[in-house]
């Protein structure tokens, strides 16, 4: 659904790569929105073709690895000729709710809001079941921006650069965590934590804290850093006991493993970034 060029109120970017699959359900929550926009990473699994057949404008913009996020948000903002006041960013398995999608068009559409960039928290879906208590509900995610001067920063943790006014909506958007099976999660979670290993190598070696990045969570981050031979642990414990999780079922266990699994590869690859750095074997 195209804008005119004086018309709407929110434009919807959507980020993918190899999402054909996925896309059918996100563009289908959109259909509230002034615009949509897909930004490709290279799929060949037909996204491009699947988006455009499904209204939304599409461009392709390819990055040097490592991916950042927040790279590609701001390349976003810049480059796909947006016309609304507000844009939405969403990932091919997300869906946009009815009661968010009014949130927005009151909170966007107020005359006196001062924010530059909305946060939403995700009702995480994981083998159907929302896991409210484990993943912490509401965890809050930089998903909404004014058009202008604002942008983001964080890596593959992105959140709104320093100094930007920031409210918060109290609907949810739905996020399918598994959406395409255990292989997508892997090969993505291998990538962030790569991202991460550096980062926290980076930091513990130079003791500069811009390393971990610049969110309102740097306290807790630069702990985590510190301590990270406990990460695995602290991660599981944290979800699974602290949280309750353990109250969710079956569903909420396997998503805590793979989070532990996840905590595992960042803590082997730390030793790995350090080693190398060393001249120490493998």
Avoid at 70 to 95: G, K, S, Y
Avoid at 110 to 120: M, Q, V
Avoid at 216 to 236: E, T
Wanted: net charge positive; hydrophobic share 40%.
């Amino acid at each position: 659904m195209a804008a005119t060029r004086d018309s709407g109120l929110i434009t919807t970017i959507v980020l993918t790569k190899d999402e054909a699959q996925n896309l059918g359900r996100c563009l289908a929550s959109l259909s509230w929105c002034a615009d949509i926009v897909v930004v490709d990473s290279g799929s060949t699994d037909g996204t491009q073709a699947a988006a455009r057949a499904l209204g939304a404008r599409v461009f392709e913009h390819l990055r040097e690895p490592p991916f950042r996020i927040d790279l590609q948000r701001n390349w976003a903002l810049e480059n796909t000729e947006v016309v609304t006041p507000w844009v939405l960013f969403l990932d091919a398995d997300e869906a946009v709710p009815a009661g968010l999608a009014r949130e927005l068009e009151r909170v966007c559409g107020d005359p006196d809001c001062r924010y530059d960039g909305l946060e939403i928290s995700p009702r995480y879906l994981f083998w159907g079941r929302w896991l409210k208590r484990t993943q912490g509900f509401p965890n809050w995610h930089a998903r909404a921006v004014r058009v202008g001067p604002t942008r983001f920063t964080g890596g593959v943790w992105e959140h709104f650069a320093p100094g930007s006014r920031i409210g918060r909506l109290s609907e949810p958007y739905d996020h399918h965590a598994n959406s395409k099976g255990f292989s997508d999660w892997l090969a993505r979670h291998d990538r962030y934590s790569t991202w991460d290993a550096e980062r926290i190598v980076d930091f513990l070696e130079s003791g500069d804290t811009s390393r971990l990045g610049t969110s309102r969570k740097l306290g807790l981050r630069r702990l985590a850093a510190r301590l990270w031979p406990l990460r695995p642990w602290a991660r599981f414990l944290q979800m699974y006991i602290a949280r309750l999780g353990f109250l969710e079922g079956a569903p909420a266990f396997a998503f805590c493993m793979l989070y532990f699994f996840y905590e595992w590869m960042t803590v082997i690859k730390i030793v790995e970034v350090r080693r190398r750095r060393r001249g120490l074997p493998l």
